[in-house]
């Protein structure tokens, strides 16, 4: 056993202690795991990983932009003044406003949480959509965008919800994903909707449709 003086000669510094050791050119690195496909690790019922992946670089080489036509069409209408005022009135008003939605959108870009629009406009696509096989193309996207765990856009959604979306993604349907909108929904409109209310942006729509008058009083 070491004297109390060996011992204390022995003792390294915190910085010392905290660095990990250093591999010698006689050590040998632990094998690599195995890789494994990423759709495998998003749904654990994909029964073509090969396919999938395959779907999935093709459609992030069209530019991500397949489940995005609705909004970006939306930026041309202009809302009239009492459009503008009536989204103040209610969230469901301005959720029903095409002008209302990419306004809110834009202002949800400047909070970092667009995906939560996002996702609820790719759901109300899906609910549209009447062709079994576009139903399924299109819920495997927003599953892949959303949903996911490895999606950088994914949005808030509790345990139970997700586990009744993966029970669901076996036989895909356009309301595959109706629970999941509308806790979104109500996420917005509890957080980010009051905050929208009294930005400047909202302040902005509001003196532009504002009497002429009024601007020169």
Request: proline residues 9%; charged residues 25%.
């Amino acid at each position: 056993m070491p004297t109390p003086h060996e011992a204390g000669n022995q003792h390294t510094g915190p910085e010392e202690a905290d660095q990990p050791p250093s591999m010698s050119s006689h050590d040998v690195a632990p094998p690599a795991a195995p890789s494994r496909n990423p759709c495998c690790l998003w749904w654990c019922c994909c029964c073509s990983c090969s396919r999938n992946e395959e779907r999935r670089r093709a459609w992030r080489a069209s530019g991500e932009s397949k489940l995005q036509p609705l909004p970006s069409c939306e930026v041309c209408s202009t809302p009239s003044p009492e459009e503008v005022q009536g989204w103040a009135q209610s969230f469901d008003k301005l959720m029903h406003s095409p002008a209302g939605r990419s306004a809110f959108r834009e202002f949800l870009r400047t909070e970092y949480s667009e995906e939560n629009m996002l996702f609820w406009l790719a759901c109300e696509e899906l609910k549209a959509e009447a062709d079994q096989h576009a139903v399924d193309e299109k819920a495997r996207l927003i599953y892949e965008d959303y949903v996911s765990i490895l999606s950088p856009k994914e949005v808030s959604l509790d345990s139970r919800i997700r586990e009744g979306i993966n029970k669901k993604m076996q036989e895909p349907s356009a309301h595959t994903f109706d629970d999941a909108q509308l806790q979104i929904y109500t996420l917005m409109h509890r957080d980010p909707y009051p905050r929208f209310l009294g930005s400047p942006a909202y302040r902005a729509l509001l003196l532009r449709g504002a009497p002429q008058s009024s601007h020169e009083a």
